[in-house]
């Protein structure tokens, strides 16, 4: 007779085989969307789509374009110039700028449009001075107008090149100092070693960089909206409230996803085939020996980006805010706080789970099909909100209104919104958008925790969550922290997908401040801005705690 198993055996594996269907059902989760832009794309009418392919569609199609090119181009620029710049040579305010470059990561991009707009607008502080001085009556002059996509451009250059500086600048301080100096010796000068030496080495990371400040460009539509700039973005939110048609909602967002797909592809690409040596640190990298105004020129180069993402929009705000009519205090603004609050720290909990649990199935269970449920789980970074809410709404509307149908004809009885009418569903959106991002701190933590620890902890009877409970968790509290921070600012910020997603009458910080800059109150705006600026510097503070401490 064969030993029966005990109940402990019996529970150990009823709990692994908890552990891989709740991956399964995050993996379906995370599918969900994209089948569901699909069908809706499929099964509904293209007179709408006709309509707009003959309006606005091309213009949706060249505006994206040219911004998603001309934020990579000055987020290039400036990330790799200053971090190359913070870790190659010495000027005067180095130290403090190498951290404060950081800095500008903490701000949504369009809470830097509602202050430079109050700055530069006509009604403007800097034209109404410019006229109260010359005379000029407003046909009298030129100047740059803000609300345009040239304003868009620098609105997000300014928040995002922070990606390509903290990749760029990890790279330029893991060079040895072998490779550049043999480079000065054959007669380099040191732009020209720059050029050919070190910006080649740190190619895979200044490229890994620049993929997610386009995702993130292609995502944004606070900023886009608010400046009146024609994209795929503010198309799809016009499409589902202004036109009431979902299916062209639909089918510009499986545009919107073909572009971001593909841009998640390239991004693949360029880690997975990017191979370089490099040389070890025989010698100490000695930093370059500036001239007084090459020191002048650097340190100008480096204070430039922090004076205009940083300084001069928490200045304009604060002034904003201390003449507005907002009460922080008032149980109004209580609310948004609380709702902001809880739908970020629900959203943070459970994607950090979420991403726990992912991890460790393919490390303890490497296979093709683990591979792949990461995969699917990590391209939800790359997908705009704005889709992931369309995708989400369409199948799960449907499924509301078939279940509501059936439950008054058979019960007499109305379910209403079961789904659509809740949170969870929102929160569900916030999991599929920001999981890469705890999955990448995931990974981050457990490269440090040796295979032998798990195989020991094995010999000594854990299962899965065993492992993960008395081995793994402890090991990765830092790590998981940092991912829980980052999802929880993420959300804090996230705009597009609350926005279309939330139930009636929950509001968050976020949609109050575009509520009000929507309605020309800039000054009122700036109160819920300048909170969730507060409040998105902390996970970068932790950052630049590391970058100063040389861990980073």
Same mark, same amino acid.
């Given at each position: 007779?064969?030993?029966?198993?005990?109940?402990?055996?019996?529970?150990?594996?009823?709990?692994?085989?908890?552990?891989?269907?709740?991956?399964?059902?995050?993996?379906?989760?995370?599918?969900?969307?994209?089948?569901?832009?699909?069908?809706?794309?499929?099964? *509904?009418?293209?007179?709408?789509?006709?309509?707009?392919?003959?309006?606005?569609?091309?213009?949706?199609?060249?505006?994206?374009?040219?911004?998603?090119?001309?934020?990579?181009?000055?987020?290039?620029?400036?990330?790799?110039?200053?971090?190359?710049?913070?870790?190659?040579?010495?000027?005067?305010?180095?130290?403090?700028?190498?951290?404060?470059?950081?800095?500008?990561?903490?701000?949504?991009?369009?809470?830097?449009?509602?202050?430079?707009?109050?700055?530069?607008?006509?009604?403007?502080?800097?034209?109404?001075?410019?006229?109260?001085?010359?005379?000029?009556?407003?046909?009298?002059?030129?100047?740059?107008?803000?609300?345009?996509?040239?304003?868009?451009?620098?609105?997000?250059?300014?928040?995002?090149?922070?990606?390509?500086?903290?990749?760029?600048?990890?790279?330029?301080?893991?060079?040895?100092?072998?490779?550049?100096?043999?480079?000065?010796?054959?007669?380099?000068?040191?732009?020209?070693?720059?050029?050919?030496?070190?910006?080649?080495?740190?190619?895979?990371?200044?490229?890994?960089?620049?993929?997610?400040?386009?995702?993130?460009?292609?995502?944004?539509?606070?900023?886009?909206?608010?400046? *009146?700039?024609?994209?795929?973005?503010?198309?799809?939110?016009?499409?589902?409230?202004?036109?009431?048609?979902?299916?062209?909602?639909?089918?510009?967002?499986?545009?919107?996803?073909?572009?971001?797909?593909?841009?998640? /592809?390239?991004?693949?690409?360029?880690?997975?085939?990017?191979?370089?040596?490099?040389?070890?640190?025989?010698?100490?990298?000695?930093?370059?020996?500036?001239?007084?105004?090459?020191?002048?020129?650097?340190?100008?180069?480096?204070?430039?980006?922090?004076?205009?993402?940083?300084?001069?929009?928490?200045?304009?705000?604060?002034? /904003?805010?201390? *003449?507005?009519?907002?009460?922080?205090?008032?149980?109004?603004?209580?609310?948004?706080?609380?709702?902001?609050?809880?739908?970020?720290?629900?959203?943070?909990?459970?994607?950090?789970?979420?991403?726990?649990?992912?991890?460790?199935?393919?490390?303890?269970?490497?296979?093709?099909?683990?591979?792949?449920?990461?995969?699917?789980?990590?391209?939800?970074?790359?997908?705009?909100?704005?889709?992931?809410?369309?995708?989400?709404?369409?199948?799960?509307?449907?499924?509301?209104?078939?279940?509501?149908?059936?439950?008054?004809?058979?019960?007499?009885?109305?379910?209403?919104?079961?789904?659509?009418?809740?949170?969870?569903?929102?929160?569900?959106?916030?999991?599929?958008?920001?999981?890469?991002?705890?999955?990448?701190?995931?990974?981050?933590?457990?490269?440090?925790?040796?295979?032998?620890?798990?195989?020991?902890?094995?010999?000594?009877?854990?299962?899965?969550?065993?492992?993960?409970?008395?081995?793994?968790?402890?090991?990765?509290?830092?790590?998981?922290?940092?991912?829980?921070?980052?999802?929880?600012?993420?959300? /804090?910020?996230?705009?597009?997908?609350?926005?279309?997603?939330?139930?009636?009458?929950?509001?968050?910080?976020?949609?109050?401040?575009?509520?009000?800059?929507?309605?020309?109150?800039?000054?009122?705006?700036?109160?819920?801005?300048?909170?969730?600026?507060?409040?998105?510097?902390?996970?970068?503070?932790?950052?630049?705690?590391?970058?100063?401490?040389?861990?980073?």
């Amino acid at each position: 007779m064969e030993p029966q198993p005990t109940s402990g055996k019996i529970r150990r594996s009823r709990l692994s085989s908890g552990f891989t269907g709740v991956a399964i059902f995050v993996t379906a989760i995370c599918v969900i969307p994209y089948l569901g832009v699909l069908a809706a794309a499929a099964s *509904g009418s293209f007179d709408t789509l006709a309509h707009l392919a003959e309006t606005v569609l091309v213009r949706y199609t060249l505006t994206t374009i040219v911004l998603v090119a001309f934020v990579m181009l000055g987020s290039t620029i400036i990330g790799t110039g200053a971090a190359w710049l913070v870790t190659m040579t010495d000027f005067p305010g180095r130290r403090w700028m190498e951290i404060a470059l950081a800095l500008p990561l903490a701000f949504p991009a369009y809470v830097l449009a509602y202050g430079y707009t109050h700055i530069l607008d006509h009604p403007g502080i800097v034209q109404t001075l410019l006229r109260d001085i010359t005379g000029w009556g407003p046909r009298d002059y030129w100047f740059p107008e803000i609300r345009s996509l040239g304003g868009a451009v620098l609105m997000l250059t300014l928040v995002l090149y922070p990606y390509v500086y903290l990749l760029a600048r990890a790279a330029f301080a893991a060079q040895g100092a072998s490779t550049f100096l043999a480079a000065r010796v054959l007669g380099r000068s040191p732009f020209k070693a720059f050029l050919h030496v070190s910006m080649p080495m740190a190619r895979p990371a200044i490229a890994s960089g620049v993929m997610l400040v386009a995702m993130e460009t292609i995502a944004d539509f606070g900023t886009v909206a608010y400046f *009146g700039v024609q994209t795929f973005a503010v198309g799809i939110y016009q499409s589902w409230f202004t036109m009431a048609d979902r299916a062209a909602a639909a089918q510009l967002a499986l545009g919107l996803l073909s572009f971001a797909l593909l841009l998640a /592809m390239l991004e693949r690409a360029s880690r997975g085939g990017a191979k370089y040596a490099n040389g070890r640190r025989n010698a100490p990298m000695q930093r370059l020996v500036l001239t007084s105004g090459q020191k002048i020129g650097a340190a100008l180069f480096c204070l430039t980006p922090i004076l205009l993402g940083v300084v001069l929009p928490v200045v304009a705000l604060s002034v /904003m805010a201390l *003449g507005s009519e907002q009460d922080l205090l008032s149980p109004r603004y209580l609310g948004f706080i609380r709702n902001s609050l809880m739908l970020a720290s629900i959203a943070a909990g459970i994607t950090v789970l979420a991403a726990l649990i992912l991890g460790t199935l393919h490390r303890v269970r490497a296979n093709r099909l683990t591979g792949t449920s990461l995969y699917l789980a990590r391209i939800g970074y790359a997908v705009p909100g704005g889709v992931i809410a369309v995708g989400l709404l369409v199948p799960f509307a449907a499924f509301d209104n078939a279940l509501d149908a059936w439950m008054r004809a058979t019960f007499d009885i109305s379910t209403g919104l079961l789904f659509t009418g809740s949170i969870w569903l929102l929160i569900s959106a916030y999991l599929i958008r920001f999981l890469a991002a705890a999955i990448g701190a995931y990974e981050g933590g457990i490269a440090t925790v040796g295979p032998n620890m798990d195989a020991a902890a094995r010999t000594l009877g854990q299962d899965m969550p065993g492992l993960v409970r008395r081995v793994h968790m402890p090991l990765l509290r830092t790590s998981l922290l940092t991912a829980g921070l980052i999802v929880f600012v993420d959300v /804090m910020k996230e705009l597009p997908a609350t926005l279309i997603m939330r139930p009636f009458n929950y509001d968050t910080l976020a949609v109050q401040a575009y509520r009000l800059a929507s309605d020309e109150r800039l000054e009122g705006a700036a109160v819920p801005s300048l909170v969730i600026v507060a409040i998105g510097l902390i996970p970068v503070i932790l950052l630049c705690r590391r970058i100063g401490t040389g861990r980073a």
